[in-house]
């Protein structure tokens, strides 16, 4: 079962959050980003979109911008604290709420589940209500995309990254061989004086979980979801893009 005193990810560093993607990933993350935003328009040419760890808005804000109705949902409020700023410095109307439960029935017409965010679920039953409560908000037939991490993603032994002030370091390792769950660390030193106090460090902690389809397709069909469909193209991004419907 989920450890529920476990931190949330990314609680520490919210607020260098996007800065510290954009130093370890640069434009591989823009490329990453700008086919996703390809994906979900190729599944879906306008309308209304939920998006479950939606966090800084990497994906809300330019759908929003694009003319889609999007709605954020996220468990870190600091993270959407940062989406919130971000969406009202560029006038984008975008609802965020930090438990799914908080939502009355949505209809949507997509939902989103992207950038491993199904990793920091770590049991089935908590798996099983998300994809309950995703399907509960979309319209009959309307499609689900998600993604899983490669298993190599659940194996770093101190990845350091250097730039934009930041000095990071980051280790992910297994808690028994073959996994499933993993233990997450990383360490960032910040040297941005106007920002942040001198050598002002964030330190994370927290847990993910490395799932099989097999697992995913399980817990899709006991929640009302058909067939999943792979969506090529994602190799080498440390990911795998799925897309499946809500049954009519």
Same mark, same amino acid.
């Given at each position: 079962?989920?450890?529920? $005193?476990?931190?949330? /990810?990314?609680?520490?560093?919210?607020?260098?959050?996007?800065?510290?993607?954009?130093?370890? +990933?640069?434009?591989?993350?823009?490329?990453?980003?700008q086919m996703s935003?390809?994906?979900?328009?190729? %599944?879906?040419?306008?309308?209304?979109?939920? @998006?479950?760890?939606?966090?800084?808005?990497?994906?809300?804000?330019?759908?929003?911008?694009?003319?889609?109705?999007?709605?954020?949902? @996220?468990? $870190?409020?600091?993270?959407?604290?940062?989406?919130?700023?971000? *969406?009202?410095?560029?006038?984008?109307?975008?609802?965020?709420?930090?438990?799914?439960?908080?939502?009355?029935?949505?209809? =949507?017409?997509?939902?989103?589940?992207?950038?491993?965010?199904?990793?920091?679920?770590?049991?089935? @039953?908590?798996?099983?209500?998300?994809?309950?409560?995703?399907? &509960?908000?979309?319209? /009959?037939?309307?499609? +689900?995309?998600? @993604?899983? *991490?490669?298993?190599a993603a659940f194996?770093?032994?101190? &990845? &350091?990254?250097?730039?934009?002030?930041?000095?990071?370091?980051?280790?992910?390792?297994?808690?028994? /061989?073959?996994?499933?769950?993993?233990?997450?660390?990383?360490?960032?030193?910040?040297? &941005? /004086?106007?920002?942040?106090?001198?050598?002002?460090?964030?330190?994370?902690?927290?847990?993910?979980? =490395?799932? $099989?389809?097999?697992? %995913?397709?399980?817990?899709?069909?006991?929640?009302?979801?058909?067939?999943?469909?792979? %969506?090529?193209?994602?190799?080498?991004?440390?990911?795998?893009?799925?897309? =499946?419907?809500?049954?009519?």
């Amino acid at each position: 079962m989920e450890n529920k $005193n476990m931190p949330l /990810p990314h609680d520490q560093n919210h607020s260098i959050y996007d800065l510290s993607y954009e130093t370890q +990933f640069g434009p591989g993350l823009h490329r990453f980003t700008q086919m996703s935003l390809n994906t979900i328009a190729s %599944i879906l040419a306008n309308g209304k979109v939920i @998006d479950i760890g939606c966090g800084t808005g990497r994906l809300a804000i330019p759908l929003a911008q694009n003319n889609y109705q999007v709605v954020g949902v @996220d468990v $870190n409020a600091g993270m959407l604290s940062a989406l919130n700023a971000k *969406a009202q410095r560029l006038n984008l109307s975008i609802p965020t709420f930090t438990d799914i439960n908080q939502l009355e029935d949505q209809h =949507c017409d997509l939902a989103l589940t992207v950038f491993t965010v199904l990793s920091y679920i770590l049991d089935e @039953d908590g798996l099983l209500e998300l994809f309950q409560n995703i399907n &509960r908000h979309l319209k /009959p037939g309307a499609s +689900f995309l998600f @993604d899983l *991490a490669s298993p190599a993603a659940f194996s770093q032994n101190n &990845r &350091r990254y250097n730039g934009n002030g930041l000095t990071g370091v980051v280790n992910v390792q297994f808690i028994n /061989p073959g996994g499933p769950i993993a233990n997450y660390s990383e360490e960032v030193v910040v040297n &941005r /004086p106007d920002e942040f106090p001198n050598n002002h460090t964030v330190t994370e902690f927290f847990q993910i979980r =490395c799932w $099989n389809l097999n697992e %995913i397709s399980s817990l899709l069909a006991k929640s009302g979801f058909g067939f999943t469909r792979h %969506i090529p193209g994602y190799s080498g991004m440390g990911a795998e893009y799925y897309v =499946c419907k809500k049954e009519i």
